[in-house]
């Protein structure tokens, strides 16, 4: 299977419960960044993993934490959900660190939290 | 200050017209620029990357990088409805990678046929 693909699509919780986003990566992809994207907003970079291992990180929080799995695909977790963490969440897959020509973004995981 | 500027629009032009959009940034150490297009509900795709300053073009598009004014553009010429969508442009300081892509608002675009 080709391109980014993230699941759930859609997401509602309450706030202070927890959350777990996925992305698989594309093919041939081993690296994996994630983006917050508020409504009417540009994305924000949370953090990014290459070979499992987290190698950068955005102005977020602590609650904000990550995994990379072998076969590249990651997973989002945010603890304590607040109501301003209500926004659109990007993956981006590339097949190394900084090669923005293959830079590939997911649709995105939509998470309201009331 | 915010450290990518962009105006968010509406930017409404009638088919075929040559359309101008445009970012300001503050940080002087970036040195990778990139616009992305968004269509509602999707996201985003990668149009042009440029390293430095200068021009590059890819068919109707021409991305524009003055490093010297802080100023990156992209026109698109012969517009079409299709290109229709929400224009972000994004910069990053190291080629690593691991300081991420710091975006602009983005710019919604609208292709009257």
């Known amino acids: 299977e080709t391109g980014v693909t993230q699941s759930p699509t859609h997401l509602i919780k309450t706030r202070g419960q927890q959350v777990t986003l996925r992305c698989s990566s594309q093919?041939?992809?081993?690296?994996v960044s994630w983006y917050q994207q508020a409504l009417g907003q540009g994305p924000q970079f949370i953090f990014q993993?290459?070979?499992?291992?987290?190698?950068g990180r955005g102005n977020f929080p602590p609650r904000f934490s990550g995994l990379q799995f072998p076969n590249y695909s990651s997973e989002l977790n945010v603890n304590a959900l607040e109501l301003d963490d209500s926004a659109l969440y990007l993956c981006?897959?590339?097949?190394?660190?900084?090669?923005?020509?293959?830079?590939?973004f997911g649709s995105g995981t939509r998470l309201t939290v009331v | 200050q915010k450290e990518v500027e962009q105006d968010p629009g509406p930017l409404s032009v009638p088919e075929g017209a040559i359309v101008s959009l445009n970012c300001t940034y503050s940080?002087?150490?970036?040195?990778?620029f990139m616009w992305y297009r968004q269509y509602s509900r999707k996201g985003p795709e990668l149009l042009m990357y440029?390293?430095?300053?200068g021009n590059k073009e890819d068919g109707r598009f021409t991305a524009q990088v003055d490093k010297s004014s802080k100023y990156i553009s992209l026109f698109i010429r012969d517009s079409q409805p299709s290109d229709s969508a929400t224009y972000l442009c994004?910069?990053?300081?190291?080629?690593?990678?691991?300081?991420?892509?710091?975006f602009g608002k983005g710019t919604h675009l609208i292709i009257q046929p």
């Open positions: 981006a897959s590339s097949p190394t660190p900084g090669t923005e020509s293959g830079y590939t």
């Open positions: 093919s041939g992809h081993n690296t």
């Open positions: 993993y290459y070979r499992e291992e987290e190698n």
């Open positions: 940080n002087s150490a970036f040195q990778y």
């Open positions: 440029t390293y430095s300053s």
């Open positions: 994004a910069m990053r300081v190291s080629g690593g990678g691991a300081d991420g892509l710091t």
